[in-house]
């Protein structure tokens, strides 16, 4: 089952829509128990990296299991930034540290927040890329993410810099952007996600 953790930080209404529009079945729980459960878990983000480490902590455990048995997971928005070990704009506030590195405020010299569409390009292989070539995805960002290991860049997106668009290392991924809200593209990158197996 697709579950869809329900932390108080995330737009659910929005993520759960990309879903539907798929034909996919879904749930949105709090339960850790009912989570520890799923086969595919999405974590969705909005807001400020140190609020949503707060109330993550209680999921931190079944997040971890569920990512060492190599269950599909998706983080998006803030949830792909609550991945990374750090953040610029929470100081000593610790991530997930699923991802080695931090996150950075946008660079001086362009628009802030990054909001509207913008290009992806592929730079490696990722099942939830597959097909994926060249389209433009929906972003609303102030904060990106700069990991250690640059191998795990899986789509870039030009905004003065190189934007590490979407992670990917095993079945863990991520997307800066909103899939959910970037026409057949973006769910595209949904089904590619719901049809990987555990």
């Known amino acids: 089952m697709i579950t869809i953790i329900d932390y108080k930080s995330g737009n659910l209404k929005s993520i759960s829509n990309g879903f539907k529009k798929i034909g996919e079945d879904f749930q949105i729980t709090d339960d850790v128990e009912v989570i520890s459960d ?5 974590l969705p983000g909005v807001g400020a990296f140190g609020s949503a480490m707060e109330n993550l902590e209680l999921f931190r455990d079944v997040i971890e299991e569920h990512i060492a048995d190599d269950k599909p997971f998706l983080g998006v928005c803030l949830g792909q930034q609550v991945l990374m070990s750090e953040s610029e704009e929470s100081p000593n506030i610790r991530g997930l540290d699923l991802f080695k590195g931090r996150c950075e405020f ?3 010299g362009v628009k802030v927040p ?19 070539d060249k389209e433009y995805f929906y972003f609303v960002h102030s904060y990106h993410v700069i990991p250690d290991d640059s191998d795990i860049i899986a789509g870039t997106c030009d905004y003065g810099i190189d934007v590490a668009a979407s992670l990917s290392q095993n079945n863990l991924f991520s997307t800066q952007f909103h899939p959910e809200k ?3 593209a973006g769910l595209r990158i949904l089904k590619n996600f719901t049809s990987i197996k555990e």
């Open 114 to 132: 990054h909001m509207g569409w913008n290009q992806l390009n592929v730079v490696k292989d990722s099942a939830i890329l597959e097909g994926i």
């Open 38 to 42: 799923a086969t595919h878990l999405v």
């Open 182 to 184: 970037s026409g057949k």
């Open 106 to 108: 946008l660079p001086k």
